[in-house]
């Protein structure tokens, strides 16, 4: 049986590589998306102050930060059984708006956008952001690296840092926002209404235009019909910071909806030897393996689940693109994984509106945004949507406070079994008769960016060395040396 390797994977977040295993016919008998790091972050956290765990998780990835930061910081809340006042709610969904607009800037451009903008089966070499910008041109760039600008420079303001945040408490926020803060934060949030609404418009004209691509997201070979997951508010319309987290089925029927506190009531954990990447599924469905369909526990929990699952919008203009994003698609749900990326411009959008909604709050210059706890901490749970998907954090702490268990559950992690189906799906339906070219290669590949994966958030080398190795061939293909590094 052959074997094709595509080691590294690229345009993501962290390590890993997928496995093609051809038959004697030269069709796919098998794909496996490998991840060869251990995960370490719920042991080595375990015996350590449970207020440091906003500052420390936040060190788990680099471009999501943020999300880490915010469920860490809403589990000290529910540890020490306090509830912020408005002004800090307020602030906290403020910054995470902010958060959210920016980093799903840099995955439509940066890591998803240039298989469409620049091509699938472009060379490599231009298949990338400076490709991206000799394409669309370097106004266009200028608008995308000024929205990266105003949204870390924000982040930067409110959280004390540009990458990670030092800012959440139990009870609160270390400080607010005057005035002249709030103007300046009103004003680059309308300038991020403006951005989504133009990125909407370039999705339109670049993708939706062109009758390829569009037959490429909603082919078969991009498809599965799994369970979605996301959080909702009271009126069951997507929400990122607060809210019940809402399981809708493949047909689109609510299966269930709870409590971030009750989750293990809901979602279980498996491991496969294979991978150090665990696969959680839905308890009352139970688990069938890597397939799809209403009789799998296999969830998404992307940009797309959480529209499927949400019954509308909370902002006006996001709503309008929500509602034409179904009526062009065919209604909800919808199971075409690359639609993924219509749903992320669609929650850009509604991120910056929210972000100049909370901005305009009279209450958001409030004085009063911590309230102290006093209660003995025990045990808690903080969930927020990151925008790989729902992110939950679980403390257990002794009577000082001290971490006796922790168990994270992050956005990948969710839907590490539906880019293992998506991979080996993609992968059979466009490598037949042995004929492979990198350009099929990466449209495999285009498989697990859709869910926009980090696997430096839901993996982790303990105790931090990074699996490596190395062929050395001469120039007639043979082996002169292969050089390993922590290979088992």
């Not at 709050?361 to 706890?373: A, C, F, L």
């Not at 990198?438 to 495999?444: A, F, R, S």
């Amino acid at each position: 049986m052959k074997r094709i390797s595509i080691d590294p994977i690229t345009r993501l977040e962290g390590h890993g590589k997928i496995d093609i295993f051809l038959d004697e016919q030269g069709d796919v008998a098998n794909a496996y998306l490998q991840i060869p790091e251990l995960r370490g972050f719920e042991k080595f956290c375990v015996g350590r102050p449970a207020e440091d765990m906003p500052n420390l998780t936040a060190r788990i990835c680099g471009v999501c930060p943020e999300a880490h930061h915010m469920a860490a910081t809403k589990a000290l809340d529910a540890l020490w059984h306090v509830d912020p006042p408005p002004t800090a709610k307020k602030l906290r969904e403020l910054f995470y708006s902010i958060f959210y607009a920016t980093d799903h800037t840099t995955h439509f451009y940066a890591l998803g956008g240039p298989d469409f903008v620049v091509g699938p089966t472009a060379p490599p070499a231009e298949r990338n952001i400076l490709g991206v910008v000799k394409k669309v041109g370097m106004e266009i760039a200028g608008k995308v690296l000024k929205m990266r600008h105003d949204g870390h420079h924000l982040i930067q303001m409110m959280g004390g840092r540009r990458v990670h945040p030092n800012w959440g408490l139990p009870g609160g926020v270390s400080k607010g926002i005057n005035e002249e803060q709030r103007r300046e934060i009103e004003e680059l949030g309308r300038h991020a209404v403006e951005f989504a609404k133009f990125s909407l418009k370039l999705f339109e004209d670049v993708v939706l235009k062109n009758s390829d691509y569009v037959k490429i997201i909603t082919g078969g070979d991009y498809t599965h019909r799994t369970y979605n997951m996301g959080m909702v508010d009271a009126q069951n319309r997507t929400n990122f910071y607060d809210g019940l987290i809402r399981v809708t089925d493949p047909d689109g029927k609510e299966l269930v909806k709870y409590n971030a506190k009750d989750y293990r009531q809901h979602v279980a954990e498996r491991v496969e030897p294979w991978s150090y990447l665990k696969f959680p599924y839905l308890k009352s469905v139970g688990w069938k393996g890597l397939v799809d369909g209403n009789d799998s526990g296999v969830y998404k929990a992307t940009p797309l689940s959480r529209c499927n699952v949400a019954d509308a919008m909370a902002t006006p203009l996001a709503q309008a693109e929500f509602k034409r994003m179904y009526e062009t698609l065919g209604g909800k749900p919808v199971h075409h994984t690359l639609a993924t990326h219509w749903a992320r411009l669609v929650e850009l959008l509604y991120a910056a509106e929210r972000w100049v909604e909370l901005a305009t709050d009279s209450e958001i210059t409030g004085k009063e945004y911590r309230v102290i706890p006093t209660a003995t901490p025990d045990d808690g749970v903080g969930c927020v949507e990151a925008p790989r998907g729902t992110l939950t954090h679980h403390y257990t702490t002794d009577e000082r406070g001290i971490l006796t268990k922790v168990n994270l559950i992050v956005g990948t992690t969710n839907n590490n079994a539906p880019i293992c189906m998506s991979v080996k799906k993609a992968a059979q339906g466009l490598i037949k008769k042995g004929k492979v070219s990198e350009g099929l290669l990466n449209m495999v590949e285009m498989a697990f960016r859709a869910y926009d994966p980090c696997f430096g958030c839901a993996t982790h080398s303990l105790p931090g060395q990074m699996p490596l190795e190395v062929t050395i061939r001469d120039p007639q293909g043979e082996i002169v040396r292969k050089l390993a590094q922590h290979v088992g």
